[in-house]
């Protein structure tokens, strides 16, 4: 029987049997692709990912890939701001920086093997994953559509906390207002959607668009019209790898903690309702319940995985909550980007809000009301 099993190698799987190994522990590392392999996503990797990947032991995440220094946002209402990132951020192919984490696992003591999970049974001091697979411990990583989630009976995320994105690859223009860095455009309507474009460093960028899901299914050809009309330097015939996923956000997320089986990342619906930023919650996430699952007395890693998760994001995931509600309102966007505009301080908070585990301060709340209060000339 292994110490720890993890169904899914993403990054939350992944940071999970770093985690895990690195205490000791015997871990098994399932997934149902072999590596690399893509994965839909902007690929934007926030400078406070690499820290707690990292802090695992896995680093040169970033290797061979241009930092990125700057963001430029523009609201539905046209409202604009272009500034340095507090730290730089790097976009790198998710089919890359998943399997260097997955290398970095195996380097550490996991053994990974590609397997795919159909059943689980608590029974006695484990857990009963079929095929002769048993662990004392099992962590869910395996996605927005967890096959782990659903065998624990735990519903999909309703429309309201569910968005859809398309992503897709596309040629860097030349020199475009914006095209050194990372660049929002954000629309009104249903909010928050916005569209994205983010230079990977090699001539092409990620580009897609995101909107919440509101019960009635959004189309592919939807989604790639969004895309065009909010950036409009996209060609349409140079478009490569154009895929669409679902997002569940974290306003609607359940238990984490199960007894013996832990939910993680897309798996616990870690994405941020203001951003859909998912990786910086996956390998938090993954870290505190490798950890968890090797605390003594394994039927109670599901309430230390618990309070853990809570202590570190618990105030963070509210106020990102609230955020997402405050963005609903197309103008207050507008104001909160005319704040960022004239203070570096509003800028940096929201992206600390949109890619870390920054807070809505006081501060951040006061710039914004007196943006929104200020009249337009």
């Excluded at 690399?36 to 996503?41: I, L, M, N, Q, V």
């Excluded at 040169?60 to 430029?72: H, I, K, N, R, Y």
């Excluded at 397997?115 to 099992?138: E, F, M, N, S």
């Amino acid at each position: 029987m292994y110490d720890v099993a993890i169904v899914g190698a993403g990054p939350a799987g992944s940071a999970a049997a770093l985690a895990a190994a690195r205490l000791g522990a015997r871990v098994l590392l399932l997934d149902r692709a072999d590596f690399p392999r893509d994965k839909a996503c902007g690929d934007g990797i926030a400078p406070q990912a690499l820290r707690v990947a990292a802090a695992l032991g896995a680093a040169g995440l970033a290797d061979g890939f241009a930092p990125v220094g700057s963001l430029s946002l523009t609201g539905p209402g046209g409202a604009r701001v272009t500034g340095a990132l507090p730290e730089p951020a790097y976009v790198i192919p998710r089919e890359v920086f998943d399997a260097r984490l997955v290398a970095a696992a195996v380097t550490a003591g996991a053994e990974l093997r590609r397997h795919t999970v159909r059943r689980l049974a608590v029974r006695g001091d484990g857990v009963d994953l079929g095929d002769g697979l048993a662990a004392r411990v099992v962590v869910g990583a395996d996605g927005a559509n967890s096959t782990v989630r659903r065998l624990l009976g735990v519903p999909r995320n309703p429309p309201g906390a569910l968005a859809v994105a398309i992503r897709a690859y596309a040629p860097l223009p030349a020199a475009p207002d914006g095209a050194g860095g990372q660049r929002i455009v954000m629309a009104g309507g249903n909010s928050p959607a916005y569209a994205w474009s983010f230079p990977i460093g090699d001539g092409r960028r990620n580009v897609g668009y995101g909107e919440p899901a509101s019960g009635a299914e959004l189309s592919r050809a939807h989604l790639l019209e969004r895309m065009h009309d909010l950036l409009g330097d996209v060609d349409a015939a140079a478009l490569s790898g154009a895929r669409a996923h679902h997002l569940p956000l974290s306003n609607r997320r359940p238990r984490p903690g199960h007894g013996r089986i832990l939910l993680v990342g897309d798996a616990l619906s870690l994405i941020n309702p203001f951003t859909g930023e998912g990786i910086f919650y996956a390998l938090v996430s993954g870290m505190l319940a490798g950890r968890a699952a090797v605390s003594p007395g394994g039927s109670r890693a599901g309430a230390a995985y618990a309070g853990a998760l809570r202590a570190r994001l618990g105030r963070h995931l509210r106020h990102t909550a609230a955020v997402a509600r405050l963005t609903t309102r197309p103008w207050l966007v507008d104001a909160g980007i005319h704040a960022a505009s004239r203070e570096r301080r509003v800028f940096d908070g929201l992206v600390a809000l949109g890619l870390g585990d920054g807070l809505l301060s006081a501060r951040l709340l006061g710039a914004v009301g007196a943006a929104a209060l200020r009249p337009r000339t």
